[in-house]
């Protein structure tokens, strides 16, 4: 009776209140997997001008125990030059995560925006000291807003489900 009649300011204090337990703790970062490819200088045509740069990001996850979860996040750099790959940079890194107090709810967000967050800069720096070892150059990598990520999946999940009939034997 008395959540109902509760301000939409003390609703968030007793969130706010209920929150403070939650806590992710980052128990260890390490190099999962790392690779190099390219052509050799003289196999790319220098009169192409500037190569276009292509940067993919994937995800994994795995649940180790009840609060602790693996995340691998790997990101992958692509050069093209004209019609020729110039350099392909993939490094893969993992972090093992202590995740405790947070609601159903909010552990997507947890797995998919907090421990990205975490990881992305390792990586960053892993690609940029390997491709510039290859003897390439690669314009700084800026940061990525994984909640805007998250948030398009979510959006776009939401789109896919609601567009599949609701008697459709396929869900």
Not at 9 to 35: R, T
Not at 101 to 115: A, D, T
Not at 152 to 159: E, G, L, P
Request: glycine share 6%; aromatic share 8%.
């Amino acid at each position: 009776m008395a959540d109902e009649n509760q301000t939409p300011e003390a609703a968030a204090q007793a969130g706010n209140q209920q929150q403070q337990g939650a806590q992710m703790i980052v128990q260890h970062v390490f190099l999962k997997d790392a690779s190099f490819e390219a052509l050799s200088p003289h196999e790319i045509e220098q009169t192409q001008g500037q190569p276009d740069i292509n940067l993919n990001l994937a995800q994994r996850t795995n649940q180790l125990g009840e609060d602790r979860w693996e995340v691998v996040l790997t990101v992958t750099v692509t050069a093209k030059q004209a019609d020729k790959t110039a350099f392909i940079c993939e490094v893969q890194y993992g972090g093992l995560f202590q995740v405790s107090g947070f609601s159903e709810e909010q552990m997507p967000y947890v797995i998919n925006v907090l421990c990205p967050n975490v990881l992305f800069p390792y990586n960053r720096t892993q690609l940029s000291n390997m491709v510039q070892a290859g003897g390439f150059y690669l314009p700084p990598i800026q940061p990525i807003n994984f909640e805007a990520v998250f948030r398009q999946r979510m959006a776009d999940a939401q789109a896919q489900s609601e567009q599949q009939p609701a008697g459709d034997p396929a869900q």
